[in-house]
């Protein structure tokens, strides 16, 4: 008997992966993963945490408000004393296939030009419709970066 595998987990495993591939870049960088302690402490103090040192990074923070004006978790907010002083956002979509997400990119590019700290977002995989990719690409200002994947890790090893 075969089983099926939704689209879902499969979407939803793919997207951890990619976390966690982001998640490898920071620590590569020399960056500091906060503690849970540690996270529940930035959220709590709206973003200041002094005591960690110079370059740190959280996981699936909410520290400010998307376009509807609701808190918005982010993949991930960096911290950097001499690069990122004001923090850095980064939140990643994988599309494997074209569908409903393609959508959700409107929302989450005009979200996080909405946001205080400077942004990127990341897309991987090969399923994203090409006109949502342009449009993207055309909403890179001086606080949203719009990424490929393959950018992404090109300027990690220059800029992070």
Not at 77 to 89: E, V
Not at 118 to 142: H, M
């Amino acid at each position: 008997m075969t089983d099926i595998v939704q689209g879902g987990f499969t979407a939803n495993k793919s997207g951890k992966w990619l976390e966690e591939t982001i998640r490898q870049q920071l620590l590569l960088a020399q960056y500091y993963e906060l503690t849970p302690e540690e996270k529940k402490k930035l959220i709590r103090d709206d973003g200041v945490l002094s005591t960690t040192g110079k370059a740190w990074f959280a996981p699936q923070v909410r520290l400010e408000r998307n376009l509807y004006d609701a808190k918005y978790t982010s993949d991930f907010f960096i911290y950097h004393a001499d690069k990122f002083p004001d923090g850095l956002h980064i939140e990643c979509k994988w599309q494997a296939s074209q569908g409903s997400v393609d959508e959700k990119y409107v929302f989450t590019a005009l979200s996080l030009k909405k946001f205080e700290s400077p942004t990127i977002l990341i897309l991987a995989g090969s399923g994203a419709r090409q006109g949502a990719v342009k449009w993207l690409k055309r909403q890179n200002s001086n606080k949203f970066t719009f990424m490929r994947l393959d950018e992404f890790i090109l300027w990690a090893q220059k800029e992070l």
